[in-house]
């Protein structure tokens, strides 16, 4: 069945330092992948994502590129700030369009200043 | 802007007993989810809701949990017999299905624990 795996946390950085989250997926067919990041206290937002192979998702300074040939999904960001500090989880969804979700177990990034 | 919330915020129950995990999904969505995340692991797929009915269930739900849309807001997850290891986070989630990549938006969760 599909599954994703991600880089075990938590990842500590300092403010500004370039953060890299790593996600590998296992899947059939060509699903679609997401970085999902949750802060403390409140649900899982959707941060990225990418529908199709060299497809390159980004919000707010993080970047995300659908590596098929690699089946990864690496999370960075050049200059991370203080406010970053949450979990992120990397899923991925087949494309029927109303499937589930498979998650990775996440990674807790905590930047101090 | 529209969100999912769900109550109680932390539930605490004793071994045998009953729950009811409530969730208000977004007002024109369509599509419900339950997940769950046992601490330190993943988060788990457990079912999907669609049209009245249960469009897709994982092993884990098994004949101790079953799904409800009990009026137009609401959306409930029971367990009837809870076990210790039904400790966990539970999000619900909600989708419009308009979007062929299927976008959920999720709740704050509710956390489980059983004694």
């Known amino acids: 069945g599909d599954s994703v795996t991600q880089m075990e946390g938590p990842v500590t950085l300092s403010e500004e330092a370039f953060l890299t989250i790593n996600c590998t997926y296992t899947?059939?067919?060509?699903?679609?992948l997401f970085w999902y990041v949750q802060y403390p206290g409140e649900g899982l937002q959707l941060l990225l994502k990418?529908?199709?192979?060299?497809d390159k998702g980004s919000n707010k300074g993080f970047e995300a590129t659908y590596r098929k040939e690699t089946t990864s999904f690496h999370l960075e960001k050049g200059s991370v700030q203080v406010s970053d500090s949450a979990v992120y989880f990397c899923?991925?969804?087949?494309?029927?369009?109303?499937?589930?979700?498979?998650f990775g177990k996440g990674t807790m990034l905590l930047v101090s200043p | 802007e529209p969100e999912v919330t769900q109550t109680p915020s932390h539930q605490v129950t004793q071994m045998g007993q009953e729950v009811i995990l409530r969730c208000v999904p977004i007002?024109?969505?369509?599509?419900f989810y339950w997940y769950r995340q046992i601490l330190g692991q993943k988060v788990e797929f457990l079912v999907s809701?669609?049209?009245?009915?249960?469009?897709?269930k994982s092993e884990i739900f098994d004949d101790q949990f079953s799904v409800e849309r009990p009026d137009g807001s609401n959306f409930t997850l029971k367990i009837r017999s809870t076990k210790l290891e039904d400790s966990a986070m539970y999000f619900c989630?909600?989708?419009?299905?308009?979007?062929?990549?299927?976008?959920?938006?999720f709740g704050p969760g509710t956390r489980l624990t059983v004694l």
């Open positions: 989630a909600s989708s419009d299905g308009s979007l062929s990549y299927n976008e959920q938006f």
């Open positions: 899947a059939t067919g060509y699903p679609s």
């Open positions: 990418a529908t199709k192979a060299d």
């Open positions: 899923a991925l969804s087949d494309r029927s369009g109303y499937s589930t979700l498979t």
């Open positions: 007002s024109n969505h369509l599509y």
């Open positions: 809701f669609y049209n009245n009915e249960i469009s897709e």
